[in-house]
């Protein structure tokens, strides 16, 4: 009897469990994958962890970029059935890079190489785990990414400029019809009016784009703009002549390109391209910059994977060439899609089948110039472990949007606007008197690169402040001077963050002190008069001096230690007395301003180290000295 009851229950079970799978494929079908993930989820409850509905509760996932709840699943899947379909290991690959998991990414792509080995995604093997912290960083990188205040909690992206006006996509209309896939409204185009003051942008109040018949209750978005502002091109459901979604045989609504003309500040004059298909999806336009060619993403047969990029030639009577694709050098067997052409020719668009951060990352390329050039990916702050796509730029101001739902935004996808700046730092302080710790006004600042070029050279004012900037990420030397001062240099190293200061006081020697100019002191070769290099160094202050104070006249005196003979010492002072005369005179210095020379060997010594008294080095030392007394300034 419970063995009947059981199985009973166990059928009853298994009935449910596959009525509602059933049921969850049909949502899953129509791409309403929230849904569709509720069911799923319920049935793995019931006892169902097939290989079908694991990995279709990874696509529900996936397809909203919830990028955790996507690896969980793909995860279980890889674990219960090791032989699964390779394209499941890829995205199981990229929602670890996307998490910032490399080691794991990096181990099954391995994995993913052994299975696909014909596949360019196969070929993507990162043997350094430092390229992804090297494109997750932005060290070195001066751009500054703003969340636009026009976004909302709804989907927002593609953003792009003519006349004054942003464009872009949003699902805010909450009055519309509600995309299953996501359960947000369908896609619109909007416009809102730029004002711009000293370089920063604001936008005015959003609206529906100016034309009655663009919008519909269905998806509008990505748009192209011809240079006159005269013609756009824009993405929407493939819809009947009645304005509801039309489908393939399989139960598909694909998307296509349209395109409209201004006619007093309406769009109008609606019509579909002919290069569109019922059986494909078109979508994403991008006009050259001489707007002679439209770029485009395709589905279409004869592509390298699952989206390709597209380009047409826009020839005389508004007819199209026939759709080329870019090649193997743009496009792979994963997803390639929004691209722009920036006026310089460079190519970007996004892409999920070159090495990435996770999910869709902004990749640039030079292949309109070079058909041998290979996409680069654009690193942070552009790229994240999210979305990131819809990439635009203005050549000449490095200015520009992209889109992404990465974390910390206002909801879905949002709009971020990005400039290239100049990182500077602040470097400032204050010169004062080292003996007095007075300030020092109109001392000489200078800052000097790592080549020993003087980047900037500012006076310090009555309070002896100094102040400059400096380029981020640098070693610079700051040498500062001031006459009858010491020069001196300090080294410094700025960092990566904008505006930051830093805080150097400098101290200025004297080189008068009372009735003398103190120098450092003056180093002879043992039993020698020669003047060294060192010493010529320091001499080199005497001779500013005296040429600061023409009217100025000194003497010289040497010194010896007690070490030697006493008679020894005073002819051995004497004569490096008169070579450190006979220098500064070489220097052009006229005899008549030193008065006399002379030595004094170990007559006068500053400590008890006299003779036969032990001693250190540094005691003997304090006795060898010169000075340089002043008679008249």
Same mark, same amino acid.
């Given at each position: 009897?419970?063995?009947?009851?059981?199985?009973?229950?166990?059928?009853?079970?298994?009935?449910?469990?596959?009525?509602?799978?059933?049921?969850?494929?049909?949502?899953?079908?129509?791409?309403?994958?929230?849904?569709?993930?509720?069911?799923?989820?319920?049935?793995?409850?019931?006892?169902?962890?097939?290989?079908?509905?694991?990995?279709?509760?990874?696509?529900?996932?996936?397809?909203?970029?919830?990028?955790?709840?996507?690896?969980?699943?793909?995860?279980?899947?890889?674990?219960?059935?090791?032989?699964?379909?390779?394209?499941?290991?890829?995205?199981?690959?990229?929602?670890?890079?996307?998490?910032?998991?490399?080691?794991?990414?990096?181990?099954?792509?391995?994995?993913?190489?052994?299975?696909?080995?014909?596949?360019?995604?196969?070929?993507?093997?990162?043997?350094?785990?430092?390229?992804?912290?090297?494109?997750?960083?932005?060290?070195?990188?001066?751009?500054?990414?703003?969340?636009?205040?026009?976004?909302?909690?709804?989907?927002?992206?593609?953003?792009?400029?003519?006349?004054?006006?942003?464009?872009?996509?949003?699902?805010?209309?909450?009055?519309?019809?509600?995309?299953?896939?996501?359960?947000?409204?369908?896609?619109?185009?909007?416009?809102?009016?730029?004002?711009?003051?000293?370089?920063?942008?604001?936008?005015?109040?959003?609206?529906?784009?100016?034309?009655?018949?663009?919008?519909?209750?269905?998806?509008?978005?990505?748009?192209?703009?011809?240079?006159?502002?005269?013609?756009?091109?824009?993405?929407?459901?493939?819809?009947?002549?009645?304005?509801?979604?039309?489908?393939?045989?399989?139960?598909?609504?694909?998307?296509?390109?349209?395109?409209?003309?201004?006619?007093?500040?309406?769009?109008?004059?609606?019509?579909?391209?002919?290069?569109?298909?019922?059986?494909?999806?078109?979508?994403?336009?991008?006009?050259?910059?001489?707007?002679?060619?439209? /770029? @485009?993403? $395709?589905? &279409? *047969? +004869? !592509?390298? #994977?699952?989206? =390709?990029? %597209?380009?047409?030639?826009?020839?005389?009577?508004?007819?199209?060439?026939?759709?080329?694709?870019?090649?193997?050098?743009?496009?792979?067997?994963?997803?390639?899609?929004?691209?722009?052409?920036?006026?310089?020719?460079?190519?970007?668009?996004?892409?999920?089948?070159?090495?990435?951060?996770?999910?869709?990352?902004?990749?640039?390329?030079?292949?309109?110039?070079?058909?041998?050039?290979?996409?680069?990916?654009?690193?942070?702050?552009?790229?994240?472990?999210?979305?990131?796509?819809?990439?635009?730029?203005?050549?000449?101001?490095?200015?520009? /949007? @992209?889109? $992404?739902? &990465? *974390? +910390? !935004?206002? #909801?879905?996808? =949002?709009? %971020?606007?990005?400039?290239?700046?100049?990182?500077?730092?602040?470097?400032?302080?204050?010169?004062?008197?080292?003996?007095?710790?007075?300030?020092?006004?109109?001392?000489?600042?200078?800052?000097?690169?790592?080549?020993?070029?003087?980047?900037?050279?500012?006076?310090?004012?009555?309070?002896?402040?100094?102040?400059?900037?400096?380029?981020?990420?640098?070693?610079?030397?700051?040498?500062?001077?001031?006459?009858?001062?010491?020069?001196?240099?300090?080294?410094?190293?700025?960092?990566?963050?904008?505006?930051?200061?830093?805080?150097?006081?400098?101290?200025?020697?004297?080189?008068?002190?009372?009735?003398?100019?103190?120098?450092?002191?003056?180093?002879?070769?043992?039993?020698?008069?020669?003047?060294?290099?060192?010493?010529?160094?320091?001499?080199?202050?005497?001779?500013?001096?005296?040429?600061?104070?023409?009217?100025?006249?000194?003497?010289?005196?040497?010194?010896?230690?007690?070490?030697?003979?006493?008679?020894?010492?005073?002819?051995?002072?004497?004569?490096?007395?008169?070579?450190?005369?006979?220098?500064?005179?070489?220097?052009?210095?006229?005899?008549?301003?030193?008065?006399?020379?002379?030595?004094?060997?170990?007559?006068?010594?500053?400590?008890?180290?006299?003779?036969?008294?032990?001693?250190?080095?540094?005691?003997?030392?304090?006795?060898?000295?010169?000075?340089?007394?002043?008679?008249?300034?």
């Amino acid at each position: 009897m419970k063995t009947k009851v059981l199985l009973i229950i166990l059928a009853l079970t298994g009935s449910i469990s596959f009525g509602q799978k059933k049921l969850a494929d049909k949502f899953y079908k129509n791409f309403a994958y929230i849904k569709a993930s509720e069911l799923y989820e319920d049935a793995v409850k019931k006892g169902d962890s097939s290989e079908h509905v694991l990995t279709r509760l990874g696509d529900c996932y996936y397809n909203n970029s919830n990028v955790e709840k996507a690896a969980v699943w793909y995860g279980a899947a890889l674990k219960k059935y090791p032989k699964l379909n390779a394209e499941y290991i890829y995205k199981y690959i990229q929602t670890q890079r996307s998490l910032g998991q490399y080691a794991e990414a990096n181990k099954w792509l391995k994995s993913f190489k052994d299975i696909q080995e014909d596949d360019s995604r196969s070929s993507m093997d990162v043997s350094d785990l430092s390229t992804y912290t090297d494109l997750a960083s932005t060290a070195n990188i001066y751009i500054e990414a703003k969340n636009l205040d026009i976004n909302t909690s709804y989907s927002d992206f593609g953003g792009i400029e003519s006349n004054g006006i942003i464009y872009f996509a949003s699902s805010r209309n909450t009055t519309g019809k509600i995309y299953k896939w996501n359960e947000q409204p369908y896609l619109d185009i909007y416009q809102a009016t730029i004002t711009e003051t000293d370089g920063e942008k604001s936008f005015g109040e959003v609206d529906f784009i100016a034309a009655d018949n663009i919008n519909t209750d269905y998806h509008e978005s990505s748009m192209a703009i011809s240079n006159d502002g005269k013609t756009v091109y824009f993405t929407r459901n493939n819809l009947t002549k009645r304005n509801r979604l039309d489908y393939d045989k399989k139960g598909t609504s694909h998307l296509k390109i349209y395109k409209a003309s201004l006619d007093n500040g309406t769009w109008v004059d609606i019509e579909e391209l002919p290069f569109n298909d019922d059986i494909f999806s078109t979508g994403h336009p991008a006009l050259s910059p001489d707007n002679k060619q439209l /770029y @485009f993403v $395709s589905d &279409r *047969e +004869g !592509g390298f #994977g699952q989206t =390709d990029i %597209y380009v047409v030639d826009l020839l005389e009577e508004e007819q199209f060439s026939e759709p080329r694709n870019l090649g193997a050098n743009v496009n792979s067997e994963g997803r390639e899609m929004f691209p722009f052409i920036s006026k310089d020719n460079t190519l970007y668009y996004s892409s999920d089948g070159f090495i990435n951060l996770g999910l869709l990352d902004i990749f640039k390329s030079n292949i309109l110039n070079d058909d041998t050039a290979k996409p680069e990916n654009m690193g942070a702050p552009f790229n994240s472990g999210s979305d990131d796509f819809s990439y635009v730029v203005n050549s000449d101001t490095e200015k520009g /949007y @992209f889109s $992404s739902n &990465r *974390e +910390g !935004g206002k #909801g879905d996808d =949002d709009i %971020y606007s990005f400039a290239a700046y100049e990182c500077k730092q602040i470097v400032e302080g204050i010169v004062r008197n080292s003996e007095t710790q007075e300030p020092i006004g109109n001392a000489i600042v200078k800052l000097i690169d790592e080549t020993g070029k003087i980047q900037i050279s500012v006076t310090t004012n009555l309070s002896g402040y100094y102040m400059f900037d400096a380029d981020c990420d640098k070693t610079f030397t700051i040498l500062w001077s001031k006459t009858d001062y010491k020069d001196d240099i300090k080294s410094i190293s700025t960092t990566s963050e904008n505006n930051f200061k830093h805080q150097v006081n400098l101290n200025l020697v004297p080189l008068i002190k009372d009735n003398q100019i103190v120098i450092n002191p003056i180093f002879f070769d043992f039993d020698k008069s020669n003047i060294r290099t060192d010493a010529q160094y320091e001499l080199e202050h005497i001779v500013d001096v005296l040429r600061e104070h023409p009217n100025m006249i000194i003497k010289l005196e040497s010194h010896t230690d007690s070490r030697g003979g006493d008679r020894y010492n005073m002819r051995l002072s004497d004569r490096r007395a008169k070579s450190t005369r006979d220098y500064i005179l070489s220097r052009g210095i006229d005899a008549s301003r030193i008065e006399s020379a002379i030595g004094f060997g170990e007559t006068q010594l500053l400590n008890e180290c006299a003779n036969r008294v032990k001693c250190t080095k540094e005691q003997h030392q304090l006795n060898r000295r010169s000075y340089f007394y002043i008679l008249n300034q």
